[in-house]
């Protein structure tokens, strides 16, 4: 699968249940150190990170998506055998009662 550099929430939501059905794990990982209500993430932590199955998708964000994406070179350099994206709108268009509903 080829990822961009940038999902929006939707995005993130559909993709992180398709991978998750093929055993691919999907992280969000925060930068700025004030965790998303409602959604499971992961303070950065590049010792911990690599604890992770290489593969991982690391979804990183911030308050507006635009410092994650700016460093996203750095990220993709840190961890060569993980998947870097970062959240489009970051923290601030996160909705918190959004949800994937099946379409079957």
């Not at 080829?2 to 939501?13: A, G």
């Not at 990982?29 to 911990?48: G, Q, V």
């Not at 994206?85 to 970051?90: A, C, E, N, Y």
């Amino acid at each position: 699968m080829h990822f961009p550099d940038e999902w929006t929430q939707k995005e993130f939501l559909q993709n992180k249940k398709k991978l998750q059905e093929v055993g691919v794990q999907v992280v969000l990982i925060d930068t700025i150190l004030s965790p998303i209500e409602k959604a499971d993430t992961l303070t950065y932590n590049p010792p911990e990170m690599k604890k992770f199955p290489h593969g991982t998708v690391f979804v990183f964000y911030c308050d507006s998506g635009k410092s994650t994406l700016n460093r996203l070179k750095e990220y993709k350099k840190k961890f060569p055998t993980y998947h870097c994206i970062s959240l489009k709108g970051g923290k601030s268009y996160w909705r918190k009662n959004m949800t994937i509903v099946d379409e079957k």
